[in-house]
């Protein structure tokens, strides 16, 4: 298994800030993946986090919005910029392996209010 | 495309009643089926998984068994506890061209709450 740190663990941000999440594992993973999960809702995917490339972002989200940064395989960004109300969410970090081994882990999230 | 619906919560039982959630999914190719469960509060946590066809993914009483023909991966469990309380997300996974590992594909989540 892999154990996952996320921080902060939540805050309170005005609009027009921005805010960098931060995802630790504690073992060399292949895959990560950044999450939100707006209130009551399900997880949508935001991007997959590519170590040493641009991360690969799903449609509606974009870099600009959502900057993430993975330097190397047990770390990973990610940047709420120029916040508005409507990015309140929980944001989840998740890692994976490769080559068959197929399970994803999560993070404890970070749950995130704009004002 | 590829997705995955799970029956529309909120779900409220009796302590010790029989549990079903139901989920089907719709993939392209042979997706691995998982269920994770989040408590209150908390985060997301792996309950069961399965990679295969007719595979039975089983954790803490509760079952799920992937049918190929019905497309399906519902969650059973014969005697609920209060602390089962929770929601519960159905999801899948396909492997990328190479054999990494793509993302999760979730359904809407199954609130469930069990009253002593």
């Known amino acids: 298994s892999a154990v996952i740190s996320q921080k902060p663990s939540r805050d309170i941000c005005q609009r027009g800030t921005s805010l960098t999440i931060q995802c630790q594992v504690d073992s060399q993973v292949t895959m990560m993946f950044w999450y939100r999960q707006q209130p009551g809702q399900s997880l949508t995917l935001i991007a997959t986090a590519n170590q040493g490339s641009e991360a690969t972002y799903e449609s509606g989200f974009v870099i600009d919005k959502f900057p993430i940064s993975r330097p190397n395989l047990t770390f990973s960004t990610l940047t709420v910029s120029n916040m508005s109300p409507e990015d309140s969410s929980i944001y989840l970090c998740?890692?994976?392996?490769?080559?068959?081994?197929?399970?994803?882990?999560f993070g404890p999230g970070t749950r995130l209010t704009v004002l | 495309g590829n997705s995955v619906t799970q029956m529309e919560g909120p779900v409220t039982l009796s302590e010790e009643a029989f549990l079903t959630i139901n989920c089907t999914y719709t993939?392209?190719?042979?997706?691995?089926l998982f269920w994770y469960v989040q408590y209150p509060g908390e985060g997301l946590q792996l309950l069961l998984k399965a990679t295969k066809a007719d595979d039975k993914g089983s954790n803490k009483g509760f079952e799920a068994t992937y049918r190929k023909e019905t497309t399906s991966f519902h969650l059973e469990k014969g005697s609920v506890q209060v602390s089962d309380s929770a929601v519960y997300f159905c999801?899948?996974?396909?492997?990328?061209?190479?054999?990494?590992?793509?993302?999760?594909?979730f359904g809407k989540g199954t609130k469930l709450s069990v009253k002593p």
């Open positions: 998740s890692a994976g392996r490769s080559l068959g081994y197929n399970e994803q882990f």
């Open positions: 993939a392209t190719g042979y997706p691995s």
């Open positions: 999801a899948l996974t396909l492997m990328n061209y190479g054999g990494s590992q793509g993302n999760l594909i």
